[in-house]
């Protein structure tokens, strides 16, 4: 979605315009190296993520196919006629549990999928696209995120991502256009993570002006940082190779060096050849943030 | 601004008149009212004409709130085709509607259309057409696109192109072969869930438009319409519109005058202008606030030289020589004298007058891959950075890739495929990091082997130690490493893209090895594996049924032209102060003014003539082509003459200073030229001249 950051004779900085949003944020705090590589200098590096390739491909397929039932769920399509065109049985089981679970939400007030929003964040937008936003009877501005992991994260994981700091911010603060023109007061606010593989075990957080006010703080200075950081490169260092050591103070590589199996970078930074197992349990934490994103236009433009 | 905001407006003007400017402002006015930005829909004919609505939403002064969706109608119906699928498939016609769609890319699309093709090519179907395959696959892909647009059956295609032809009549039976394949490949399409864009446009207006779920999640999803070059946009877009206009709380209209440059993809700027009458009220922008008035001057003369009956002039009567303030010309004989004095000029503008490089731009009708070197190397000489429309090599050409191919060849012997010794050099030279061409042509030559008709490499092992040593022992060590790897990765069976990503990750970005920290390499690399992954995964099943190595024909296709032919993403070239270098139709498209505008060799025929394209015709398979008239010479030198008007207004629109013209006797293949804007601003200048001598 964003474009590369272009430098100047002296400095980079961030093109006007570039989006910022939970899953390049979540990049920048697991490894300010990645976020160097992948947004700053724009390095495509097509590396392996995971091992066995075809099988850790056919889940991400499965997520994004799961998301897409959701959606045509929720815009009124007839349960059966999507339960008729699943043919994998993971998905179908999924499936199951999701209309079960998703029959009730039908009849919400408001009810939104696929909902995406931004706003200011200093001289930038931070964006979030929602898998779905719904007010309940009571009032409640609810945000649901359809979690495909094979294994639950625990609490403590979810709560750290930058995922549960953006979102729920990001409802309140564009939350006005949902609710006739007012403010979603932030206590109105609950994010759920809802996973089909264990449907009975939805993480719930809910949220309140304190969060709101310590998630402003901590998005902002975190933008502020990077902006600095990104400004303070040197002509020297900008023309120094990404994977060089000259970004080692303020674009460090990742300490937790298992993580280095999962991203595509590893052979760029010299740390290691192949791909992590896409099976191990760190293979949850790395590869849960998958988005999921269908260019629609880069294939309708190229029509003729 | 002040317009109500429930009103729909058809804003219209030429180009540089603000009226995009004004549109951009009246959607942040809406946003700023409240409008929920995920109830606007932002339409346009072309991703690229949004983008000034795209930067100002990007901007920290847009408000909170949902995002605004930037569309195109085949985007548009694409989405609706993947949301709502399960309940149009069987009355569509395709055979598997329990199963999920397959999008296809022109790529792909071009590749089923060669194995659709392929036996009745070679019994003789179009034996008598002498163009390449990818342009004959590219045609017929057009024509079906063009049935979609314009909205009438597929099954007139050849029809139309016959009754309208006045040439050989040999030519007719073509135009049978031109349905025969049409036909073929639409009903491959149904057989197997495959949509290319024509069957995603018409599947969207003929199934999914009077769908009521689909209708009831657009008229409810979208609130407010903005609509930007209209006159760019293919009739069905406009039909669409048309329904869809009473739904619309509000609507924003825009037209440029003199528009439709993409008429040859189906552009229909009289079906869209007739949406005016839809609309509460118009608004015409008439004042150019681009093009300095002698840019102005010389628009209004040129004008009246190409199109006397829709010439203003006026007040340019009394002072005819000020049209001429704005353009400068020299004349050469050979055409590289005349990019000489291009770059010249360019220098003088840039280091001398402080021009920025960026508000330069040379612009040709067809920019061919020499003339782009030709002009790159130049003005680098003269450190001037060029930028162009494209990266100036495909895909399949670049160096990493030529290297990943060559390689995945010899670990998959299997195939029968034998590169030649210099192709395994050269993948040596690329794969190695510090290997010139002689030491790896050296290795190349005894280590690469042709046993049994199949590829093989020795070991380095069993090379003598003094030619060992000579090749070096650290390149030595690699290759061993390098060929122990692919031997026994090719065992492995994997998918192509997996073995790919896993030879570019594995070895060839590693330490020692070419590929590490080239970013170059990486790119192309990635384009590669993106390309193979996408062609197995709209390919792969009819390869799992037939047992045939994907590979293998990924890599025939390669060969032939079909894939990897595009170039890498426009999006990854370094954005960057320099000079633009384009087709003419291509910075039209862009809508971006600049101060001053190059244009070369305009002596050339290719300024006002339309590509050759034996197979397909947009004008007789436009809407406004009455079937059964013919296409005689008459209407062809009117064509020409039309859109050399709009393309010469749309250009001087978009000048805010000045142009200037190269000129050369002879063209780039040393041909004597004399095409007819060269006339036209031969004609301006005379009759500029008797104006003056008669105004004393």
Known sequence: MNAPLSHSASTAAFPAGFLFSQSNLQDYVDCRRRFLLRYVFNVAWPGLESEPALESERFMRLGERFHRLAQQYFIGAPPEALESSIREDELLQWWGQFARFASGLRQSMFISPELTVSAPLEDHRLLAKFDLVLMNEAGKFIIYDWKTARRRPRRERLIERMQTHVYPYLLARCGAGLHHGEAIPPESIELIYWFPEFPDQPERITYSAARFQADHALLTNLVREIKQAVGNLSEAQLADPPGGEAFDSAFPMTTQIERCAYCVYRSLCNRGERAGDFGAEAAESELEDFEVHIDFEQVAEIAF | MGLPLNASIFLEGPAGSGKTTAAVARLMHWLELGTPGEAILLLAPQRTLASPYESALRSPQAVAGGYVQALTVGGL?????????????????????????????????????????RPLLDEGLFDSVNITRNRLYSQLLDNLNKTAVVGFPLSEVGQRLKSAWVGEPGQL?????????????????????FLDFSLQIEIFRQHLWPLEACRSHLFSTYRHLIYDNVEEDIPIAHDLIREWMPQFDSALLIYDWDGGYRRFLGADPESGYALKELCDSSIQFETPLVAAPQVQSLARRLSKALSPRRAQVGEDEQNASVAFEAVEFDLHLFFPQMLDWVCERIEQLVHGEGYPASEIVVLAPF??????????????????????????????????????LTLAVLAHPEWGILPTKFDVAYAFMQAFEGLDLVRAQLLAEIVYRQKDGLPALSSFEAIRPEVQERITF??????????????????RNDEFDHFLSRLFGEVLSQPG????????????????????????????????????????????????????????PAWQTPTQEAVLLAPAYTFLMSNQPVEVQFWLDIGSRAWSERLSQPL????????????????????????????????????????????????????????EQRGRLLTVFQRALQSAQATEKRSG
């Not at chain 2, 309940?87 to 071009?110: H, K, N």
């Not at chain 2, 049978?176 to 149904?190: G, S, Y």
């Not at chain 2, 000489?381 to 495909?394: D, E, G, Q, V, Y």
């Not at chain 2, 792969?540 to 990897?564: C, H, N, R, W």
């Open chain 2, 77 to 117: 119906a694409q989405r609706m085709i993947d949301l709502f699928w399960p309940m149009i498939a069987a009355q569509a016609g395709f055979a598997d509607p329990y199963s999920p769609p397959t999008f296809l890319t022109l790529e792909t699309a071009q590749y089923y259309m060669a194995h659709c093709l």
């Open chain 2, 173 to 193: 039976r073509v135009y049978d072969d031109v349905q025969t394949a049409v036909d073929l490949f639409r009903r491959f399409c149904l057989e197997h869930n």
């Open chain 2, 367 to 404: 920019l061919s891959d020499a003339l782009r070197f030709s002009l790159t190397e130049r003005l680098a000489a003269l450190n001037i950075p060029t930028r162009s429309h494209r990266p100036s090599r495909a895909l399949r050409e670049e160096p990493a890739v030529h290297c990943l």
């Open chain 2, 513 to 568: 090895f070419g590929f590490h920290a080239g970013l170059d390499a990486g790119r192309a690399a990635a384009g590669l594996i993106e390309s193979t992954r996408k062609f197995r995964w709209v390919a792969g099943a009819t390869f799992d049924s037939s047992g045939a190595p994907l590979g293998k024909e990924y890599l025939l296709m390669v060969q032939e032209g079909l894939i990897a032919a595009q170039y890498l």
């Open chain 2, 474 to 491: 650290l390149i030595g060590e690699r290759y061993e490493r390098l060929r122990r790897w692919l031997t026994r990765t090719a065992e």
């Open chain 2, 616 to 671: 397909t015709h947009p004008y007789v398979l436009s809407r406004a082509w009455p079937p059964g008239r013919l296409w005689t010479d008459i209407d062809e030198q009117a064509a020409e003459e039309e859109s050399l008007y709009r393309l010469v207004l749309g250009l001087l629109r978009r000048c805010r200073r000045k142009i200037y013209l190269g000129l050369s006797e002879y063209n780039e293949q040393g041909f």
